[in-house]
């Protein structure tokens, strides 16, 4: 819902904010445009297949979210989607919303007719690493550097996939 969008941004700056290598991001994002860009993903998505999915934990508040769609990627088939976003906030990880939101995701990919999903990781973070290969995920063997717009902060990842049939 849109109104979610807000709770959307507390967990992705609280995520940010608990990455020491993307912490510098947080100065550079407006809260307020931040909502606007979640507001205009969940209600005007450029596809039908494009989701922000949530992770609602015990008192009903936002303890994660993730967003999903076609892959963009330039090797991709039709049938490949993306993670593109997966914040759990720090303090409700380990409670389970990371593989109930997976299955979320894996289910509603599913359901849209896509038959592999493609995530890419950055190189450094080896426990969102060790949660996708324990649930079945593997490197494809792509991988890429992006930064900033001023070239200030370069972060490396590498893509694993799984097949979603």
């Not at 596809?47 to 303890?63: F, W």
């Not at 979210?65 to 914040?87: I, K, M, Q, R, Y």
């Not at 991988?143 to 590498?158: T, Y």
């Amino acid at each position: 819902m849109p109104a979610e969008a807000t709770s959307i941004v507390a967990v992705q700056r609280a995520w940010l904010a608990s990455q020491p290598r993307l912490t510098p991001m947080l100065d550079k994002l407006d809260a307020a445009e931040m909502a606007q860009a979640w507001v205009t993903a969940i209600v005007r998505p450029p596809l039908a297949s494009y989701r922000v999915l949530v992770a609602i934990d015990e008192s009903n508040q936002i303890a994660g979210f993730a967003a999903v769609g076609p892959s963009d990627d330039p090797d991709a088939e039709a049938t490949d989607a993306l993670v593109a976003e997966f914040c759990v906030h720090p303090a409700a990880a380990g409670a389970g919303h990371e593989d109930r939101l997976m299955h979320a995701v894996a289910d509603t990919l599913r359901a849209d007719g896509f038959e592999r999903a493609t995530w890419w990781v950055t190189t450094d973070d080896d426990a969102t690493r060790e949660l996708l290969r324990a649930s079945g995920w593997a490197p494809d063997g792509a991988h890429q550097e992006i930064g900033d717009e001023l070239d200030q902060l370069r972060i490396r990842q590498v893509r694993l996939h799984t097949a979603l049939v």
